[in-house]
C-alpha cells in the first residue's frame, strides 16, 4: 500500500503563491495516477489536478477547469509530486489531500483513489 506524506501547506496571503509536495513510500509510485483534491469547511472534497503515466518520464496533466491557469501540477523526481498554486483566492482555503491509484485513467471522483495522505491546510486570507 503506497503511503502518501502532504507538506507545504499555511497562512498566505491572496494573490501570493504556495507550492504543495505529495511524497509517496514507493517507487513505483512513479507509474500511478496521482490526484490533488480540497476540502473546504461545509464543502464537499472536490478534485484540483491529476497527473497520469504515460510513458517513460512523461507525464499528462488535468486540471478542475475553475483552476486551470492559476495551478500546475507536476512530478519531481520518482516519488514526489508538486501541486502549485499561484494567484491565490480566499475561496481556495481548503485542506489539500494527495491520493493515489494505480493504472493510467484519472477520474476526477475521489472514490476511485486508493491511497490518500493526511491533508495539509491552506488558509488564503483577504
Known amino acids: 500500500q503506497v503511503q502518501l506524506v502532504e507538506s507545504g501547506g499555511g497562512l498566505v496571503q491572496a494573490g501570493t503563491s504556495l507550492r504543495l509536495s505529495c511524497a509517496a513510500s514507493?517507487?513505483?509510485?512513479?507509474?500511478?495516477?496521482l490526484a490533488w483534491f480540497r476540502q473546504a469547511p461545509g464543502k464537499e472534497r472536490e478534485f484540483v489536478a491529476a497527473?497520469?503515466?504515460?510513458?517513460?518520464?512523461?507525464?499528462?496533466a488535468q486540471y478542475a477547469d475553475s483552476l486551470k491557469g492559476r495551478f500546475r501540477i507536476f512530478r519531481d523526481g520518482a516519488t514526489k509530486t508538486v501541486l502549485q498554486m499561484n494567484s491565490l483566492k480566499p475561496e481556495d482555503t481548503a485542506v489539500y489531500y494527495c491520493?493515489?491509484?494505480?493504472?493510467?485513467?484519472?477520474?476526477?471522483?475521489?472514490?476511485?483513489?486508493?491511497?490518500w495522505g493526511q491533508g495539509t491546510q491552506v488558509t488564503v486570507s483577504s
Open positions: 491520493a493515489a491509484k494505480s493504472g493510467d485513467t484519472y477520474y476526477s471522483i475521489d472514490v476511485h483513489y486508493t491511497a
Open positions: 497527473t497520469t503515466w504515460t510513458g517513460g518520464s512523461t507525464y499528462h
Open positions: 514507493e517507487r513505483t509510485f512513479s507509474t500511478y495516477t
